[in-house]
């Protein structure tokens, strides 16, 4: 209480946050009673009917539902496993780079777009891969047919994958950068004397330096194995291309606004924060475990 009194200055300084965090973060989860309602709009919550868990076994009795989880699942560890081994890569490579400038140039240009919307990526990744943007002009200048990558559901997957990729992996390249910048160098020195070429000092050195930071990354990374990516999805496919790229984010949001199901779109939506509470649980746990990594 003697601390409590001595510092409420700073405790009143912190009751502004508390207070929007309460609002805009833990109000709208009462919403989530719309899971259990045949909900109305102009009923209201109070006023909707309960269904109990009627909301759910329509949502796993849909025919979209299954492949839609496949996609979603499909998707993240592909990201998930490229988000590691791209920069990793990068890494390793800026790593050898002497030239201060010709790697701190390298460094702004590949995390450059990690700064940028996908409202302009996805425009950008759009106009690239369309029917007469300049990957199809490349491939019929070496005498290959064009091809509709934007209407493929194989090749759109592929596009909204590698585009991710593209836009986060200067960020984590930049971590692992730092990692190994962070290796002692008498170690490169003595393996040098040694007779350890580079390949050598990879495998056992660098690698083994900054494994706990590839631990920490990959095992927090499967806490959001549910998330896809719905800004990413909602701005590049079309419905030609649902059968491959639709996400359970983007099929809430279309259960939801353009079918009116508001409740079915609701229990889909705890689910999927159900499941994903669950795995961060697991993967906080083995963080801890693996690599003593703690919040509080």
Do not use: C
Request: charged content about 10%; hydrophobic content about 55%; overall charge neutral.
């Amino acid at each position: 209480m003697r601390t409590l009194k001595k510092e409420y200055v700073l405790h009143l300084m912190l009751l502004p946050g508390v207070i929007a965090t309460l609002i805009y973060a833990y109000g709208p989860m009462a919403g989530l009673v719309m899971a259990f309602q045949q909900f109305e709009p102009l009923s209201g919550f109070f006023k909707s009917e309960f269904v109990g868990f009627d909301n759910f076994r329509y949502v796993f009795a849909l025919p979209d539902f299954g492949q839609v989880l496949w996609n979603t699942i499909i998707i993240a560890i592909f990201k998930m496993i490229l988000f590691l081994l791209v920069p990793l890569i990068l890494a390793l490579l800026l790593n050898e780079v002497t030239r201060k400038w010709f790697s701190g140039f390298i460094q702004s240009a590949i995390f450059l777009p990690f700064f940028l919307s996908w409202t302009v990526l996805g425009g950008v990744v759009i106009e690239l891969f369309s029917l007469s943007g300049p990957v199809n002009g490349l491939l019929t200048e070496i005498g290959f047919q064009p091809i509709m990558f934007m209407l493929d559901n194989d090749w759109f997957r592929g596009i909204v994958i590698g585009s991710d990729v593209w836009k986060g992996m200067g960020y984590n390249m930049i971590v692992m950068l730092a990692a190994i910048v962070g290796i002692n160098a008498t170690l490169y020195e003595a393996a040098e004397v040694d007779g350890a070429g580079k390949w050598k000092q990879v495998m056992h050195i660098t690698l083994p330096g900054i494994s706990p930071i590839l631990i920490l990354l990959g095992v927090l990374s499967l806490g959001g194995i549910l998330n896809a990516g719905f800004e990413q999805i909602l701005i590049m496919y079309n419905p030609t291309v649902y059968e491959g790229a639709d996400i359970i984010d983007t099929f809430v949001y279309r259960l939801g606004m353009f079918s009116q199901q508001f409740g079915p779109a609701a229990a889909i939506g705890l689910f999927k924060s159900v499941i994903s509470l669950g795995l961060v649980s697991i993967t906080y746990y083995a963080a801890y475990k693996l690599n003593n990594y703690r919040i509080f």
